[in-house]
């Protein structure tokens, strides 16, 4: 099969094509210039393997959670190149997405925390657990503040995701059960990908109206009291330290 992803969800922008049963793929650190790259970066990739968009049989986006913008942007991008191929989209988790990239750098892999910098002092996160097919959501998608972060069982964790690198209250918390940290790690079209081709084996794809992004937040921003608060927090917090 042959199969385009994208993923924008992040600062990171990138670009994945399923050909003959390997993925090839390239990104880039855009910034806020997704918009302006991504259509560029696709038609490179397809050129450099001698393929036309009128090619491809299938297509797939990193759904979220993640940047607002971002997230619109994929799955518009994906959408409008669906219609007018007239085939089936495959919305991917950008949190599973780096769970498989967790999986991909330890292959005993079984556990997985993803956990992505949500600004405003939260944090996208997930747990996973490997199964036959995939992956097993022991916690499901979430949008968390730091004083409300998940309980997990055991040991043996390996952790993935801007917000080890950016909150140190989610990596301590989160310590007891981590065996590995991955650092510097951001959700990939390479994994969203391999996902997409598993969600299209299992008869999974949807037609484009129905692929949609996954925000979990229904904001952008604080206000300036909750923006004052959060310091206040903060600032007690060191105080009590």
Known sequence: MKLLAVDTSTERCSVALALGGEVHADEIDAGQRHSRLLNGMIVALLARHGLQVTDLEGLAFGSGPGSFTGLRIACSVVQG?????????AAVG????????????????SKVITALDARMGESYFAAWERVA???HAVVAPCLVRPDALPALDGEGWVAIGSAFDRQENVAAHF??????????RFPSAREVATLALRIFARGEAVSPE????????????????????????????????
């Not at 190149?81 to 989209?89: E, I, Q």
């Not at 949190?95 to 892999?109: I, K, M, P, V, Y």
């Not at 996954?214 to 009590?240: C, F, H, P, Q, W």
């Open 210 to 241: 129905q692929a949609l992004p996954l925000y979990i937040r229904d904001k952008v921003a604080m206000t300036i009291a909750e923006r004052n608060a959060l310091k206040s927090a903060k600032a007690a917090a060191e105080i009590g330290a």
């Open 81 to 89: 190149m669906a219609l007018g191929l007239d085939c089936k989209v």
């Open 94 to 109: 950008t949190l599973e997405a780096l769970a498989e990239q967790a999986a991909s750098a330890h292959a005993d892999t």
């Open 175 to 184: 310590a007891p059960h981590v065996a590995t940290v991955l650092p510097g």
């Open 133 to 135: 097919d995939g992956w």
